[in-house]
């Protein structure tokens, strides 16, 4: 299990380390889980750790692997970007959001070292189960090192809706480092449908909303809601075993949280002004105790809330305070566990008023400790809690006349009201414990999970159709990885029979133009499709001809012939375990497809430097590095040719474009056609794409050319 804190903070007291659990719903929630379970933490100590010390774990029923981070680490990766980003940004909060790229690549780098532990410690076979915001790129990392591991991740705040997620700078990588896992769990359905949105329209990713899955390249990743519960037994036993709190003569509401500006604390203390002035009769009789437990204190943000906290409950008590009775009761501080099960025992109603929060667990605690006379939960909307809380009193925490007359009925109701609202929140709570949502989670993780359906005609006429109208189409497709699976070696590259039916039947028609595009050599490249109807654009656009286009080489490649040659020889000697030189012309292909992991990054680096010393450009390709003139020429500028020659300098006005590739190179053609035409990326989806959609596999593109082949033309 990885999670940004271990269950122990440490500290350092005359050289020796000291612990003390950690704050927060996750530690809460997560500690009896693994205590139960077994297994390895691994996470940050919350101190900078000395070189070779170790944490002792022997008291322990799991093993602790800290995580180090500097002090310029937790600033960035910690108080920044999660708690300065993601944090707000998640609770839906844009205004207090601050993008900084600094911090993202801390973020990116410390994210890094979570898996690297994660890599390091995990036994094999194990399930890997990631928590919350401030690693959501260790499942894509932990995937790379260690593929066969089974990982699951729990977000423990709200998923935002697309329009607010969009607005970080890297929404994309945070959604494909999370896609690395088998699961993806949520709080509430709200959450998960937000992600699959975010997963459909900035990825270009296919979701199925009935099955909950999401197609990521070859992988569907299922995607579900787990409420998570509190260990009710353990705080209803504890509660039963406290002595009364000390709560004085007047009736006490209740308010129990992390000091933290989602949780609503001021809107709290002004709607309870508000009952006092709207409700008199409440005055010495009733007080808000507030316990706020000290959080992030290192960011700006926490720190004034704390300053407008103090103000306002100096305020409100200035206001009413008579001689022996003050109406606000705040102390900020932890509480231990059986002095907070004695107090939520006897409060007579809990305010539990979040502006938004992915579950709460205060609220679920306090009905768990209502085992005397009936008290009553005041629950804000905005919670995940209120989705299955319905028997509470709801209240939407921005109202304050909401929230005061909400506390008014709370005081004022009758006992069999109270007794039979917790009655049902306990019966539900006790059911839907911490076990059962741990066992639940688990279950899911190590099923076989469903399977999205094969691309079919309906969804791609959703894509194509609106898009396509009554126009003429251009097709250009990529031939190795979009029309033939990726095979060991260029020469095993046959087009299936299916393939070659469904791209003739695109060649055929006359309102579509069918171009091929590809880092093949133009002779070879013609020969593997052999259909003289089409286009071909050889080595990524360098070379062009077809019917109706004239032919085309690039003027500067007359510098370059002969060169190719003594290229391919200097290259050649570095070619070993397998690695082999594709001369092509004007461009050669380095291919390191079978060359072991661990001998490919000095030889690519090397690879590297020949091309460039003998004038080339290096790109990287699939598995390979290609060597190019370093002619300002690409496939994107290969297809404007072919759509100028063909169409007009106007062409955008009288033709509709789509272009399908898997390959790094095709991202030129992508870049350049955005915004202009549908756009389809082919396969694996670990990497970042310009294209407005992908395609699982050369399956799902032999689909779309099928329904290109037949479609129907539109009347108007
Ligand atoms: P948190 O934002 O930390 O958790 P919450 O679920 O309310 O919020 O948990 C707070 C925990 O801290 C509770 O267990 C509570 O008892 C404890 N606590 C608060 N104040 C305290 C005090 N003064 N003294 C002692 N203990 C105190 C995040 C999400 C939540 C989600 C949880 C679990 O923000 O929405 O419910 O994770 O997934």
Same mark, same amino acid.
């Given at each position: 299990?990885? =999670?940004?804190?271990?269950?122990?903070?440490?500290?350092?007291?005359?050289?020796?380390? /000291? +612990?003390?659990?950690?704050?927060?719903?996750?530690?809460?929630?997560?500690?009896?889980?693994?205590?139960?379970?077994?297994?390895?933490?691994?996470?940050?100590?919350?101190?900078? *750790?000395?070189?070779?010390?170790? *944490?002792?774990?022997?008291?322990?029923?799991?093993?602790?692997?800290?995580?180090?981070?500097?002090?310029?680490?937790?600033?960035?990766?910690?108080?920044?970007?999660?708690?300065?980003?993601?944090?707000? *940004?998640?609770?839906?909060?844009? /205004?207090?959001?601050?993008?900084?790229?600094?911090?993202?690549?801390? #973020?990116?780098?410390?994210? %890094?070292?979570?898996?690297?532990?994660?890599?390091?410690?995990?036994?094999? =076979?194990?399930?890997?189960?990631?928590?919350?915001?401030?690693?959501?790129?260790?499942?894509?990392?932990?995937?790379?090192?260690?593929?066969?591991?089974?990982?699951?991740?729990?977000?423990?705040?709200?998923?935002?809706? #697309?329009?607010?997620?969009?607005?970080?700078?890297?929404?994309?990588?945070?959604?494909?480092?999370?896609?690395?896992?088998?699961?993806?769990?949520?709080?509430?359905?709200?959450?998960?449908?937000?992600?699959?949105?975010?997963?459909?329209?900035?990825?270009?990713?296919?979701?199925?909303?009935?099955?909950?899955?999401?197609?990521?390249?070859?992988?569907?990743?299922?995607?579900?809601?787990?409420?998570?519960?509190?260990?009710?037994?353990?705080?209803?036993?504890?509660?039963?075993?406290?002595?009364?709190?000390?709560?004085?003569?007047?009736?006490?509401?209740?308010?129990?949280?992390?000091?933290?500006?989602?949780?609503?604390?001021?809107?709290?203390? &002004?709607?309870?002004?508000?009952?006092?002035?709207?409700?008199?009769?409440?005055?010495?009789?009733?007080?808000?105790?507030?316990?706020?437990?000290?959080?992030?204190?290192?960011?700006?943000?926490?720190?004034?809330?704390?300053?407008?906290?103090?103000?306002?409950?100096?305020?409100?008590?200035?206001?009413?305070?008579?001689?022996?009775?003050?109406?606000?009761?705040?102390?900020?501080?932890?509480?231990?566990?059986?002095?907070?099960?004695?107090? @939520?025992?006897?409060?007579?109603?809990?305010?539990?008023?979040?502006?938004?929060?992915?579950?709460?667990?205060?609220?679920?605690?306090?009905?768990?400790?209502?085992?005397?006379?009936?008290?009553?939960?005041?629950?804000?909307?905005?919670?995940?809690?209120?989705?299955?809380?319905?028997?509470?009193?709801?209240?939407?925490?921005?109202?304050?006349?909401?929230?005061?007359?909400?506390?008014?009925?709370?005081? =004022?109701?009758?006992?069999?009201?109270?007794?039979?609202?917790?009655?049902?929140?306990?019966?539900?709570?006790?059911?839907?414990?911490?076990?059962?949502?741990?066992?639940?989670?688990?279950?899911?993780?190590?099923?076989?999970?469903?399977?999205?359906?094969?691309?079919?005609?309906?969804?791609?006429?959703?894509?194509?159709?609106?898009?396509?109208?009554?126009?003429?189409?251009?097709?250009?497709?990529? @031939?190795?990885?979009?029309?033939?699976?990726?095979? /060991?070696?260029?020469?095993?590259?046959?087009?299936?029979?299916?393939?070659?039916?469904?791209?003739?039947?695109?060649?055929?028609?006359?309102?579509?133009?069918?171009?091929?595009?590809?880092?093949?050599?133009?002779?070879?490249?013609?020969?593997?499709?052999?259909?003289?109807?089409?286009?071909?654009?050889?080595? %990524?656009?360098?070379?062009?001809?077809?019917?109706?286009?004239? %032919?085309?080489?690039?003027?500067?490649?007359?510098?370059?012939?002969?060169?190719?040659?003594?290229?391919?020889?200097?290259?050649?000697?570095?070619?070993?375990? $397998?690695?082999?030189?594709?001369?092509?012309?004007?461009?050669?292909?380095?291919? @390191?497809?079978?060359?072991?992991?661990?001998?490919?990054?000095?030889?690519?680096?090397?690879?590297?430097?020949?091309?460039?010393?003998?004038?080339?450009?290096?790109?990287?390709?699939?598995?390979?590095?290609?060597?190019?003139?370093?002619?300002?020429?690409?496939?994107? +500028?290969?297809?404007?040719?072919?759509?100028?020659?063909?169409?007009?300098?106007?062409?955008?006005?009288?033709?509709?474009?789509?272009?399908?590739?898997?390959?790094?190179?095709?991202?030129?053609?992508?870049?350049?056609?955005? $915004?202009?035409?549908?756009?389809?990326?082919?396969?694996?989806?670990?990497?970042?794409? !310009?294209?407005?959609?992908?395609? !699982?596999?050369?399956?799902?593109?032999?689909?779309?050319?099928?329904?290109?082949?037949?479609? &129907?033309?539109?009347?108007?």
């Amino acid at each position: 299990m990885a =999670s940004n804190r271990l269950p122990f903070t440490y500290q350092r007291a005359a050289g020796k380390l /000291d +612990r003390r659990p950690s704050p927060g719903g996750l530690v809460s929630a997560l500690e009896p889980a693994l205590t139960k379970q077994g297994g390895v933490w691994i996470g940050w100590p919350g101190i900078e *750790l000395r070189k070779g010390e170790r *944490l002792a774990d022997d008291d322990l029923d799991y093993g602790l692997a800290p995580v180090r981070l500097t002090e310029n680490d937790v600033q960035r990766y910690y108080h920044g970007f999660s708690n300065r980003t993601l944090w707000p *940004l998640f609770h839906s909060l844009p /205004d207090v959001t601050q993008f900084e790229r600094r911090d993202w690549q801390v #973020y990116a780098d410390v994210n %890094h070292r979570f898996a690297d532990a994660v890599a390091k410690n995990a036994p094999e =076979s194990s399930l890997v189960w990631i928590h919350d915001y401030h690693l959501m790129l260790v499942p894509e990392l932990v995937r790379r090192e260690r593929p066969e591991l089974r990982s699951a991740f729990f977000l423990h705040i709200p998923f935002p809706p #697309y329009d607010v997620f969009r607005l970080c700078p890297w929404d994309r990588q945070l959604l494909r480092g999370v896609l690395a896992c088998d699961l993806v769990g949520f709080h509430v359905p709200g959450y998960a449908l937000n992600f699959l949105d975010c997963c459909e329209r900035r990825l270009g990713l296919r979701v199925d909303r009935d099955k909950m899955v999401v197609e990521h390249g070859d992988r569907t990743i299922q995607v579900g809601d787990y409420p998570i519960g509190v260990e009710f037994g353990a705080f209803e036993a504890t509660a039963m075993n406290q002595p009364s709190a000390p709560l004085g003569q007047e009736r006490v509401v209740l308010g129990v949280d992390r000091l933290d500006y989602t949780k609503g604390i001021p809107e709290r203390i &002004r709607a309870f002004e508000r009952l006092l002035e709207l409700h008199p009769d409440h005055r010495e009789k009733v007080v808000l105790l507030q316990l706020a437990v000290p959080s992030r204190s290192q960011v700006a943000e926490y720190r004034e809330l704390k300053r407008e906290i103090d103000e306002l409950v100096g305020q409100v008590n200035g206001r009413f305070a008579t001689a022996g009775w003050s109406p606000i009761r705040y102390l900020y501080r932890s509480v231990p566990r059986e002095r907070l099960c004695a107090l @939520y025992r006897d409060a007579h109603a809990a305010l539990v008023t979040p502006l938004r929060d992915g579950m709460n667990l205060v609220a679920k605690e306090y009905v768990a400790c209502q085992v005397e006379d009936p008290g009553v939960l005041i629950l804000s909307r905005m919670a995940g809690a209120a989705e299955t809380m319905r028997e509470a009193l709801q209240v939407n925490p921005f109202d304050l006349d909401e929230t005061a007359s909400a506390i008014h009925r709370a005081l =004022s109701m009758e006992e069999d009201e109270r007794a039979s609202r917790m009655a049902s929140l306990r019966r539900r709570e006790r059911r839907d414990d911490l076990d059962s949502w741990t066992s639940t989670f688990l279950t899911a993780a190590e099923a076989h999970h469903a399977e999205l359906q094969p691309l079919t005609a309906a969804e791609i006429e959703g894509w194509l159709r609106p898009f396509i109208k009554q126009y003429p189409l251009c097709l250009f497709l990529d @031939y190795d990885g979009t029309l033939t699976p990726l095979v /060991d070696h260029p020469s095993k590259a046959k087009l299936g029979r299916p393939m070659r039916r469904a791209l003739e039947a695109c060649a055929e028609r006359d309102d579509t133009d069918v171009s091929i595009v590809s880092g093949r050599a133009l002779g070879d490249v013609r020969k593997q499709v052999g259909d003289d109807r089409l286009i071909y654009a050889g080595n %990524h656009g360098l070379e062009i001809e077809g019917p109706g286009i004239e %032919h085309f080489s690039h003027e500067d490649l007359v510098h370059y012939a002969g060169r190719a040659d003594a290229l391919a020889e200097e290259l050649d000697a570095v070619a070993s375990f $397998g690695a082999w030189t594709e001369a092509k012309g004007p461009t050669l292909t380095f291919h @390191y497809r079978a060359v072991p992991r661990s001998k490919r990054r000095a030889m690519i680096d090397k690879v590297r430097t020949i091309m460039t010393s003998a004038g080339y450009q290096a790109r990287d390709a699939h598995e390979a590095v290609e060597a190019r003139p370093p002619i300002g020429w690409d496939k994107g +500028r290969a297809v404007l040719h072919v759509l100028r020659d063909r169409y007009g300098p106007a062409w955008s006005e009288h033709v509709r474009v789509i272009y399908v590739g898997d390959d790094l190179t095709d991202e030129d053609a992508f870049r350049f056609l955005a $915004g202009l035409s549908l756009t389809f990326r082919v396969g694996s989806a670990d990497t970042p794409t !310009a294209a407005t959609h992908r395609l !699982a596999n050369t399956t799902a593109v032999q689909a779309l050319l099928e329904w290109i082949g037949k479609r &129907r033309v539109a009347k108007d």
